[in-house]
């Protein structure tokens, strides 16, 4: 996950290790900790993730499948969730290594290169996400309340070129984590280690993957964490903007009684996109809340130690963690549930239905890439 490794101390209910809080010499302290949580926790945990595991990643080849494979499914909404489904993937391709550092958080014994590597894939792929949600929600906005606007704006070759410049964000964005994670000894241990002849103990089991010393002091932690408040707060502000609007702009429509079939049937259209892409937010929203709230308490943790906030700390990751898959997990779950036309196409890609596209589609919507970027986004999933 897009965590950072923790900076607490050991909890010491949870480290499977001897008490040290009497401690007077290097022997007293046994082995460095292997993990910060009790075995049955930590079982718990694997055993959901695992669970989340084939789920997210078979719904999200599908949703790449099914988009890259059917002409009727190349709407501007799907480039958007299909960008987002090449995020998720590589959110769960990285889910071993951050169930391994669970486990066995020291030694880190797979180098500094894996150690930074997957942790800028997690932070860019949840940056890429939530920009994804945020300008497909805006495209939404544009094609409900300015269509005549959306309809010269808004095009495949467009969409395809805003993805690209998203995911550059993201990756620029999360840039800052190969400076600011690497792999470093324990300060406590070796402090302890340092200048006793201990032939037992060894230095380099206290290893970890971890935040450097130096982002610590040169205030980059600081700037990371209000960069990951920016990429979370202001866009779920925007989008309850957005969607405030969009529904606003349909309730009136509603209540206009000389509507047209044509309009009525798109608006129709429309509402029911709207109420899946609402639903995908706020899973969204509630999967990622507790992830930001630890990480905030984290981060305060430097500033004022206590083991009230370090408990917190810790427990918050636990459940984000899991949320965090569960995230990564639930959109083609949400496509499949509410969207006729994603069920469709699914049954196609495993030939358990005809290999046609379904049945009323206009004809301007089987044309090139100009108009059509906007009336096939008012039909997508």
Request: contains cysteine; charged residues 15%; proline residues 5%.
């Amino acid at each position: 996950m897009p965590s950072w490794p923790n900076l607490s101390e050991c909890l010491p209910l949870n480290c499977s290790w001897e008490e040290t809080h009497n401690a007077t010499r290097i022997n007293d302290f046994g082995v460095p900790p292997l993990n910060y949580y009790s075995i049955p926790l930590l079982t718990v945990i694997t055993v959901a993730c695992a669970m989340l595991f084939p789920v997210g990643v078979t719904g999200n080849v599908m949703t790449i499948l099914v988009v890259s494979k059917y002409r009727d499914m190349r709407t501007t909404t799907n480039l958007y969730l299909c960008s987002m489904a090449v995020s998720d993937l590589l959110i769960f391709l990285c889910m071993p290594l951050d169930l391994y550092r669970l486990w066995r958080y020291r030694p880190w014994r797979l180098g500094a290169v894996l150690c930074k590597l997957f942790l800028f894939v997690s932070e860019s792929s949840t940056y890429s996400t939530i920009l994804s949600i945020t300008a497909l929600s805006v495209e939404r906005y544009l094609a409900i309340c300015f269509p005549l606007r959306a309809k010269a704006l808004v095009t495949k070759r467009r969409v395809r070129a805003l993805i690209l410049i998203l995911w550059t964000v993201a990756l620029f964005s999360a840039g800052p984590v190969f400076i600011m994670v690497g792999v470093e000894r324990d300060s406590v241990w070796s402090n302890l280690g340092s200048g006793m002849n201990y032939t037992d103990f060894s230095l380099e089991n206290t290893r970890e993957c971890k935040i450097t010393h130096y982002a610590v002091v040169s205030g980059l932690v600081e700037a990371m964490v209000w960069l990951n408040s920016v990429f979370f707060f202001i866009p779920v502000f925007c989008l309850t903007v957005v969607y405030s609007l969009i529904g606003r702009r349909l309730w009136q429509r509603n209540r206009e009684t000389s509507i047209s079939s044509r309009v009525s049937h798109r608006d129709k259209s429309n509402r029911q996109t709207i109420k899946m892409l609402v639903v995908v937010v706020v899973a969204f929203v509630l999967c990622w809340l507790p992830f930001h709230v630890g990480r905030y308490v984290q981060f305060r943790s430097l500033d004022n130690p206590s083991p009230l906030l370090s408990v917190l700390s810790e427990y918050c990751q636990l459940v984000s963690v899991v949320l965090f898959y569960l995230s990564a997990a639930i959109n083609p779950i949400l496509y499949n549930t509410m969207s006729w036309k994603y069920r469709g196409a699914a049954a196609r890609l495993f030939g358990m239905a005809d290999n046609q596209p379904p049945r009323g589609r206009t004809a301007s919507s089987m044309k090139g890439d100009g108009s059509n970027g906007w009336t096939e986004s008012t039909v997508s999933f």
